[in-house]
């Protein structure tokens, strides 16, 4: 029975790179708009990692100043479960809050946790061969990451390295001065447009039995492309409405990159040795596992959902590249762990027998082997 549970607990075990111990860090984000790093280190970060060394069980905190927010760091100690420590820290941020003058313009502080379970179990690059712009990739990436997400055991597919789209609206200066607007006015008015709320409710006289009686009524709507945000008006001149393309022109575009992908094939590809040491515009989609899933098979769903979007989501021009892959890492980690316990127990069973005999190392074969199993199912249990 003990050989039989040891086997079961074999199979069973989750198996990951990374291992299930409580490091819980989180980033303590608090904004405040318009001030200078030297303003938010005095007034914001200073204060508040006086605050933060309350907490009891953190191993360590620091803090960044910079434009316009402080982000503070805070580690606790390993051990320290995961809830016990974000529970402490929202419990001090908000018995504080009073800790600045009310009016300072200091905005709620955010928290980011971090734990072992965000680091990714596995990481597919998209890339093609003439070099397609990481725009286009992003979009197809963004189709892949709704496909991932239903992979059972993973938790957040994220990608890195898209520039994402923004609406530019270039001001041209001669025409804001012909119709007498102001930059102030036409930024006012974008973000007056920007906006849908509901304004009340209205008789519904043709309801039916079962039917609400009332119909909501919401007044505007979202921007949602060039069109939508060059039809705004800005102003009225002359008893004529003066809209934004007028005075600005209003194109699609991308915003600032924050982040740039780039993919070199290696001389380990041998899938595209014709591409070898060149450099190709890419994004990479990230996924990480819930905690308590199995690494191995986390990245083998996801390997597979991916062959199945091949020239269907994923483009046939587009390459997909598993740059990361820590279930097989662990896979491979974990067989090694068993191939080692096997020749260590080989070895002293193959020493007893020549040095005592047939069946006093029948019988330390039978304690080594029963104990080994017995503990890998406590474990697992």
Partial sequence: MALLLGLFAVLVTPREEEPQINVTMANVLIPFPGASSADVQKMVAGPAEQVLSQIQGIEHSYSVSRPGVAVLTVQFKVGVPRTEALVRLYDVLNANQDW????????????KPKGIDDVPVLAATLWTKDAVSALDLERVAHSVESELKRVPGTREVVTIGGPGRAVHVWLEPNRLREHGESVQALHGA?????QAMPSGSVANPAAAAGEPGMLSVQTGEFLQNAKDVGDIVVGVSQGRPIYLREVARVEMGTQLPQHYVWFTPGAADSAHPEQQGQSHPAVTITVTKKPGENAVDVAAGVRQRLDALRNTVIPEDVEVSITR???????????????????????????????LGRREAIIVAAAVILTLTATLFASWA
């Fill in 100 to 111: 600045l003058p009310p009016g300072l313009g200091v905005m709620t502080p955010i928290v």
């Fill in 190 to 194: 974008i973000a007056a447009a920007n």
């Fill in 325 to 355: 892959d820590h279930g097989q890492t662990a896979a491979d980690k974990a067989n090694k762990l068993i191939q080692k316990l096997i020749f260590a127990t080989g070895s002293v069973i193959i020493l007893v027998g020549l040095a």
